[in-house]
Nanobody
Framework: VQLVESGGGLVQPGGSLRLSCAAS????????MAWYRQAPGKERELVAS???????NYADSVKGRFTISRDNAKSTLFLQMNSLKPEDTAVYYC?????????????WGQGTQVTVSP
């Protein structure tokens, strides 16, 4: 199983980035997918999530600025980030999750750094 994030980088406030997460080794379309982020000295937090039928949910801090989407045919998860703020600076992680009865299958990517700075 692999989740490989890409698309992070350095961007100025107000700018945009698009993160991608390429999944392999499991049936992507069966999994609830999400983006998390972790800033230095802070706990990892949920940014956005999307179900297998593309119902979405966002943290209040990113609503109206970020859009999560998925391409099940290409086993890829996306996060379009617009109007970026310095407080969005963090390592962004891709997460896959599925519950079967009492068993939970969860996978994490290695993370991609997003830095928002003038």
């Amino acid at each position: 199983v692999q989740l490989v994030e890409s698309g992070g980088g350095l961007v100025q406030p107000g700018g945009s980035l698009r993160l991608s997460c390429a999944a392999s080794g499991f049936t992507f379309s069966n999994y609830y997918m999400a983006w998390y982020r972790q800033a230095p000295g802070k706990e990892r937090e949920l940014v956005a999530s999307i179900t297998w039928f593309s119902s979405t949910n966002y943290a209040d801090s990113v609503k109206g600025r970020f859009t999560i989407s998925r391409d099940n045919a290409k086993s890829t998860l996306f996060l379009q980030m617009n109007s970026l703020k310095p407080e969005d600076t963090a390592v962004y992680y891709c997460n896959a999750d599925r519950r079967l009865g009492i068993t939970t299958y969860t996978y994490w990517g290695q993370g991609t750094q997003v830095t928002v700075s003038p």
